[in-house]
């Protein structure tokens, strides 16, 4: 955990301590029965937590109170994933709690980071979708919008990530999530979620069709909320997760004939639906899991929705004026069918008002420009997971084909690919494609991103609707991201700017005055001297590998992906490892950091963490590269874990295959840092450099629209690359020759895919990457110039708050009064 800011003591702040310190005593004594000389320090992370939550509480109940004596619009939020992290200091920061509750540790002779740093991630989300929603409701509360974010309780995290020599290793991650501090049940708030089963047909006495669904399974959706305390402590909103429960806990029918583990084997299978994040979908009942998991979340957020929209007393085809649902990609799109089931056959709407009111609520952000990523599921799961909702969606096809139809008639081929049904073998509905016929509002992420969405995504839809289209880049919470992540810093920007820029992100233009200020510039480099000190700590009482901070830290921490391309990175790390091994260069000193997570199933993202971890071993052992060149690979890449890299990187690499991000978070945080970019013209990169000036991003590599040609046209050899660079050859040929693994053919599939077909276009991109790279290493040897870049990056940053891109969701998509 990184130092928290130490502001010198004021009377405020001693009075405050005392009140804490008198606090944490009752805590202690009377919730946990123990006196201070037997408080285990988890012990004192609970009492500080509970102290933390009462003041919480009260600003949630005061914001609650406030509102319904004023009811207004509200969003709904929903996302399979929420990566919130720690949420102690998160929540002392917000507050303005931190010095007093230093103090009041302090007085007791604790250390106040030593016993948060026990605190647990919470385990509810895997990369930049989960964080970009954590960011996204805490600016909600900061700015005192009213909303609420709707996930899911699991138990367990995606897995922790452990290492068998290099090779990557899933251990379960459990986080504790039933003795959270930060989560209160509302059993009373339970619904009742439906499954399986069969649609019995009937009429209404007026012929309409009015089918009932007769479950086949039912279970429990049981909510816990944890409060999301705006900076300042203005205003609170809620963070609701759902845990499945079985509706009967023992079926004493079962029991009492002896059966006694099949007595209870329902509640067992009801509750994996909120077991684990994401699991596995390679076995069937794997993807069925993950089905049930997805429809779970928007039953049970929909039951709350209605549930807080009829205390309005206003008609149901007014639902759009006082409820705006938000779907995080496509994992909620079912709320689309389910929406539609209540609205038809609980509140008998005609079908075309019932259209026009889900229209109106929902809206869409799509995520991914990767065909493969856009979620499918096969018509004979749905049609017997959820046997209703397939007739819905049915429904809803027959609609949008005879609009299109009448559009450009019977035998277009456009027609075959908006359909919500893809045919084939196997016959998939398509979520994307439900997504956008049933939002009002289709947004991508980034400029770049948003224009390929309609240009090669689904250029159809575009066609059809283009005034749903629309582009809302993505942001990130400065609180999180720099006031705790990053104390020292943040503690020059309040002395330089005041304490304002936190919540005003913009001001940080104030700063480019100080560009030519060399004891401005000193104090800054000293900052990023210090971060880096406190990583290789970290790293040296972890992995027990010493970095050199006075070396360029070259950091790429991000979900393991092809597309991401930590492969590219790798390959010019041996490149500068052969230079200095092989050609007795002289490398300009180097730290590569690399973190990142494979998912379970995805074989060749894990090839390539054991390439990097071998050449990691590899270098590290190498007397040679003493003082040149070290690699780490950080093991179970979490927000704890960024909130220590991030500050302490000179460089931030973001090096995509270009069209292939949507936009990116990681990039923001590490530029906000002061980490200058190496990366190409892709998602949010390229509006990162058209703010920071081309002269202070290191760009490189192909276009997204040469990508694509090359691609259409078939044109990408990659052999040939090879073949005229004699350096990427010989990088290439140490994959094969046994160097860094006594196994010769361990990386032969790297090889191969690379020679072969190159998907994502790594030798297209390497000598241009090596380049950068050049430039980079001459442009860090002059440190006062680098650094005035970076602080130059950092003045013109403000626009990637996420206060900046939810007040847009807000007043464009949302129509949220206030806003």
């Known amino acids: 955990m990184p130092d928290l800011p130490r502001n010198a003591s004021s009377d405020q702040t001693v009075r405050e301590a005392a009140v804490i310190q008198q606090e944490l005593a009752s805590e202690l004594k009377y919730r946990l029965a123990r006196t201070p000389e037997r408080a285990t320090e988890d012990d004192w992370l609970v009492a500080i937590c509970m102290v933390v939550r009462r003041r919480v509480i ?40 931190l010095e007093p509750a230093r103090m009041a540790m302090a007085n007791l002779g604790l250390d106040l980071e030593r016993i948060a740093d026990r605190e647990h991630d919470a385990a509810l989300g895997n990369g930049g979708l989960g964080r970009l929603a954590a960011c996204f409701v805490e600016s909600l ?192 799109t079912l709320v689309i069918a389910e929406l539609m089931r209540l609205l038809v056959d609980h509140h008998k709407l005609p079908w075309d008002v019932a259209w026009s009111v889900t229209q109106a609520t929902c809206s869409y952000t799509n995520h991914t420009l990767l065909p493969e990523a856009l979620e499918r599921w096969p018509v004979d799961l749905m049609t017997r997971v959820l046997p209703r909702h397939m007739q819905i969606i049915y429904e ?38 439900l997504a956008i016929v049933g939002s009002h509002s289709i947004n991508g992420v980034a400029q770049l991103h948003t224009e390929l969405i309609k240009q090669s995504l689904v250029p159809h839809f575009h066609e059809l609707m283009p005034e749903r289209f629309n582009n809302k880049t993505n942001g990130i919470t400065p609180r999180r991201w720099l006031a705790q992540a990053n104390p020292p810093l943040a503690a020059l920007f309040d002395d330089t700017l005041g304490p304002q820029w936190v919540v005003e992100l913009e001001r940080l233009r104030e700063l480019a005055r100080h560009q030519d200020d060399p004891a401005f510039i000193e104090r800054l480099a000293r900052i990023k001297l210090a971060n880096k000190e406190r990583l290789a700590r970290h790293v040296h009482g972890s992995m027990g590998v010493l970095l050199d901070p006075a070396s360029l830290y070259d950091v790429q921490i991000k979900r393991i992906h092809e597309y991401k391309r930590q492969l590219l990175h790798i390959l010019h790390i041996i490149h500068l490892y052969l230079r200095i091994v092989d050609h007795g260069e002289d490398v300009a000193p180097r730290t590569h950091v690399f973190a990142g997570k494979a998912a379970p199933g995805y074989a060749a993202a894990k090839r390539i963490i054991h390439l990097i971890r071998s050449v990691a071993r590899t270098i590290n052992g190498d007397p040679r590269c003493r003082g040149r060149l070290n690699v780490v690979f950080l093991p179970d890449y979490k927000v704890t874990l960024a909130e220590r890299i991030i500050p302490a990187a000179d460089v931030s690499e973001q090096i995509s295959t270009a069209g292939t991000e949507a936009s990116g978070t990681g990039n923001m945080k590490l530029a906000l840092n002061g980490a200058l970019t190496v990366g190409t013209l892709d998602g949010a ?91 980079i290493a001459q442009d860090f040897n002059d440190r006062r110039a680098w650094h005035r870049k970076a602080l130059h990056c950092m003045a013109h940053l403000g626009h990637f708050s996420s206060d900046r891109t939810v007040r847009e969701y807000a007043r464009e998509i949302w129509k949220l009064e206030g806003a």
């Not at 009373?188 to 012929?207: K, R």
């Not at 004493?252 to 596995?280: C, R, W």
């Open 685 to 775: 990169n390229i509006e990162i450099r058209e703010c920071v000036g081309p002269e202070n991003f290191y760009a490189f590599g192909l276009l997204a629209e040469e990508v694509g040609a090359m691609r259409r046209d078939g044109s990408y050899h990659p052999a040939q690359y090879a073949a005229r660079s004699p350096a990427l050859a010989e990088v290439l040929g140490t994959l094969i020759d046994g160097r860094y693994d006594s196994d010769r053919e361990q990386y032969r599939l790297l090889y191969d895919e690379l020679m072969g077909r190159d998907h994502y276009f790594h030798l297209a991109d390497f000598d241009a990457y090596a380049q950068a790279h050049r430039t």
């Open 58 to 97: 009260t600003a949630l109940l005061a914001t609650q109170h406030r509102r319904q004596a004023n009811p207004a619009k509200k969003v709904y939020y929903l996302s399979m994933e929420f990566l919130v992290g720690r949420s102690l200091v998160s929540n002392l920061l917000s507050l303005g709690m």
């Open 141 to 332: 509360a900061t700015m005192d919008l009213p909303g609420m974010g709707c996930g899911i309780k699991y138990d367990y995290g995606l897995f922790r990530q452990e290492f068998d020599g290099p090779a990557q290793v899933e251990r379960a991650d459990f986080w504790g999530s039933d003795h959270s501090p930060w989560l209160i049940e509302r059993a009373d708030e339970s619904c009742i979620v439906n499954l399986y089963g069969h649609v019995e047909e009937s009429h209404a006495a007026d012929g309409a069709y009015r089918p009932a669904w007769i479950p086949g399974n039912t279970l429990l959706g049981i909510p816990h909320d944890m409060p999301i305390i705006g900076y300042g402590g203005r205003a609170a909103n809620l963070l609701r997760l759902y845990s499945a429960r079985a509706s009967e806990v023992l079926e004493m029918g079962v029991f009492n004939a002896g059966d006694y583990v099949g007595a209870v084997q329902h509640q067992i299978s009801t509750e994996t639906i909120s077991k684990v994040l994401y699991p596995s979908d390679e076995p069937s009942q794997g993807r069925e899991l993950r089905l049930i998991q997805e429809y779970f979340l928007t039953a049970c957020a929909m039951n709350d929705i209605l549930r807080e929209f009829s205390e309005s007393g206003l008609p149901i085809e007014k639902l759009h004026t006082r409820a705006a649902i938000q779907l995080n990609d496509t994992h909620p």
């Open 396 to 433: 809803i096809n027959a609609r949008m084909l005879r609009m299109a139809r009448a559009r450009w008639g019977d035998g277009d081929p456009r027609v075959a690919a908006v359909s919500l049904i893809e045919e084939g073998g196997t016959r998939h509905v398509r979520m994307a494609h």
